[in-house]
């Protein structure tokens, strides 16, 4: 496990330098670097390099960071919301967080919505509009015999598209075309608008909730098991999900608002880490994190150098690489994951 940590670790590492390096106007590892720790020390640059800081320091290195972010916040969500619907082909999606957070944060961007927010409109929106979309599901799911996740999932993929529908209808009733057209760009996951200010709100939720679920790992692998199980173990399971609800729907509206809607990287990640870690929550959250950072600093890189000087959208690559996955996976599984019959 601790190899495992630290050549993750190397490898965030080094993917982070390569994305500060490379893009339409490629940089020498060397000058990158130097002009990286020009920004991170404070130092001195010459007048000829001011160009390349810029690029280094205010526009890709921003990005990279916030690629890390994102990428970790949608593995340890991917790998909750697992645990909390006992199947392993489930995302933040598949509850319509993800669908819920991108009707709030659209709302600031088309029409201006908690502007008295200041820097918080988009990210307090999108929080928002996550946790009310999870309160629908929850009120829509819930049943006597408590939040069965079967019907769980089931209403979440029902309720993400009728909040994919109102997005939709929210960017064509917008008067800007320019926004519907950034709006659009969103949608579909972009970090092109990614600068520093953008930041610290996603990494404080992202590391906030990470802190929480690895405090609660013993609590999801009580809940992994089945309801009657984690009963037997001391763990409310309905009381569980609860907070699994609140904590999901923060860390996703706050990386919903920062990268837009990115697909499949809560499904891929998790699953590939629990074939090589096992099925302790404590171990697959300490590395799927890493490894779904580097998987992001990567696609991020590739959507922008694929046609470059264009951009493609990072949720498109996503797609490209997670289609194939789940695919493959309800090949393998036949029926849900965790404890759930074949």
């Known amino acids: 496990m ?68 994102v990428g970790a916040g949608l593995a340890a969500v991917g790998t909750a919301v697992q645990a909390m619907v006992r199947n392993a082909l489930a995302d933040p999606f598949v509850l319509g967080i993800s669908s819920g957070a991108a009707v709030g944060a659209n709302a600031v961007l088309l029409f201006g919505a908690f502007a008295a927010l ?15 979309a999870m309160v629908l599901v929850y009120a829509a799911a819930r049943s006597p015999q408590g939040l069965v996740p079967l019907r769980l999932v089931l209403t979440g993929t029902a309720m993400a598209y009728g909040f994919s529908a109102v997005t939709t209808l929210m960017v064509f009733r917008a008067e800007r075309g320019e926004a519907a057209r950034s709006a659009m760009m969103w949608l579909l996951g972009s970090l092109g608008g990614a600068t520093w200010a953008s930041v610290p709100i ?3 939720a992202v590391l906030g909730g990470l802190v929480w679920l690895l405090f609660a790992s013993r609590r999801l692998n009580a809940l992994a098991m089945g309801d009657e199980t984690a009963s037997a173990l001391g763990v409310d399971p309905h009381r569980m999900r609860r907070e699994l609800f609140v904590v999901t729907a923060a860390m996703t509206g706050c990386v919903v608002a920062v990268s837009g809607a990115i697909g499949f990287v809560g499904l891929m990640v998790p699953h590939a880490v629990r074939m090589v870690v096992g099925a302790d929550h404590l171990r697959v959250l300490a590395v799927a994190p890493l490894a779904g950072a580097v998987l992001l600093v990567w696609v991020d890189v590739g959507s922008r150098l694929v046609m470059a000087p264009a951009e493609l959208p990072i949720g ?27």
């Open 118 to 132: 200041g820097v918080w409109a988009l990210s307090g929106a999108a929080f928002v509009s996550a946790l009310l």
């Open 202 to 204: 996603a990494a404080t």
């Open 316 to 342: 498109a690559l996503t797609a490209v690489l997670g289609v194939p996955c789940f695919l493959l996976l309800m090949r393998r599984r036949g029926g849900p994951a965790f404890g759930g019959a074949r």
């Open 2 to 69: 601790p190899p495992l940590l630290l050549g993750l670790t190397l490898a965030l590492a080094c993917s982070v330098v390569a994305a500060v390096t490379l893009g339409p106007s490629s940089l020498a590892a060397g000058d990158a670097l130097r002009l990286l720790w020009a920004g991170l020390s404070g130092g001195t640059i010459t007048p000829d390099e001011v160009s390349s800081y810029t690029i280094v320091w205010e526009i890709r290195f921003p990005r990279a960071v916030l690629a890390v972010v």
